[in-house]
């Protein structure tokens, strides 16, 4: 009783001399004297015993947002992957070049490929933010590699500045729920993955393999968004910056030339995407997205080569994905289709940067195309009383194809890259935002390569807890 007693008089003898010292203004003021005369009854019911008063509320305002925004202003949450994996094939940095040597072989890891950090905050009048602090692997962004093409050497790869992946970071202004502007660090959303890559999203240990080998993913660029919804549909428009044809490979396509090994992304050229979803049928999504923008010279090296002058290197990906969950089956699906303009002369390009450059000196492909499938059934639903409660347990099966050079415009056609993958597994769900996975799946080469076959197991979360205006004001 003391202590608020003494703080009162302090607080109260502060306010004065700074205002008569015109350090705050008339309106910081009379917030400061608005607090002071809540520790007043604070002090005065502390002396009667009573409870604490509760305040008014104010009924005057026309603010449509006010309910929620004294319930629930700030947002916590995040997604996680723990995983272990044997592979059975061997991992040698040769196993391509010399399959018939490396016939046998196998390798077991540990990883934790996502653990995310999200904070968001509900200022009111429809102003809003979001934040996502991802760490990739469990660490930094920096990883050591044997390069099959110097010889089986050590290198270090930089795949991004700084030293974690700030994933988001916007400031969105809500006018009504068909129109909302997005300014700042923001998802791409290409793609069934990018749009919907929380772990319990899909049923696989990984991510779908065809998407997340091709693609970018997760995808964010700092850019402009304008998104709405109504009725039954959901659109996306964004601006952003181009990709980094220097960093683009046969293995991964485009997917490397996101994002910016330096401190800063370069913005020498631009580009648009697109993305529009519905979901007028009880349970079914069906969703359309594109990307198109140019890729040539988006990088600090120049050359005033001749032959280069007029690339351009222009990235065009179309992509369908869906979504069933009905009668206690899911059943997902994509496919995405890409091609690169002058990737003859990008793949001759970048064989002349300096080895110490991002580059990864590489041919690549002229298109690129990735297609998937799942189908999961939910055994529990034939029990009544665990149909009831919150678990689940999933049988599925998975089917892709990909090759990250599906056609080759006068470069060399690594037919290693392009596989079919099954997949068969269980995803069990103790409570909705956590899941069990385990997977035996089975990669299947042309000839001469040899097949990879893997088991993995992995733990899974995803989630968001709203934070009360009382408990974020303590």
Known sequence: MKKVL??????SMSIRSLWADETVSR?????LLQRLERLERLEIDATTGASPKSEPKDTTTNDPDRNKQEEFRMTVGGYGEAVY?????????????QPEKYANGSH????????VIYLGFDFGKGWSMGTEIEFEHGGLEAAVEIEEEEAGEYETEIERGGEVALEQFWIQKSFCPAANIRLGHIIVPVGGTNQHHMPTEFFGVYRPEGENTILPCTWHETGISFWGEHNKWRYEVMFLPGLDSDRFGRKTWIQNGAGSPYEFKIANVYAGAFRVDNESV????????????????NTLSTNENAKYQDVKGTVVIGA????????NVIVRGAFDYGHLTDSRLITAYNMTMRK???????????????????A???FFSLNAKLHQSAQRFYLFARYDYYDSMFRVDGVTDYEWCARHRVAVGVNYYPLKDIALKTEYAYGILQSPYNPEPSFSIGITYSGLFSISKAYATK
């Open 282 to 297: 009880n349970g079914l999504r069906l969703s359309l997205s594109g990307y198109v923008g140019n890729s040539f010279r």
């Open 356 to 374: 110490d450059s991002p580059s990864s000196r590489q041919a690549v492909a002229s298109d690129a195309m990735a297609a998937g499938i799942e």
């Open 85 to 97: 994996t044997r592979n059975f094939f061997s991992d040698n940095y040769l196993r391509y070049t």
């Open 6 to 11: 003494i703080f009162t008089l302090i607080l």
């Open 320 to 327: 369908f994905d869906f979504k069933y969950d009905n009668h």
């Open 27 to 31: 309106d910081e003021y009379e917030a």
């Open 108 to 115: 077991g890891r540990f990883d934790l490929p996502h653990v």
């Open 376 to 378: 999961g059934y939910d």
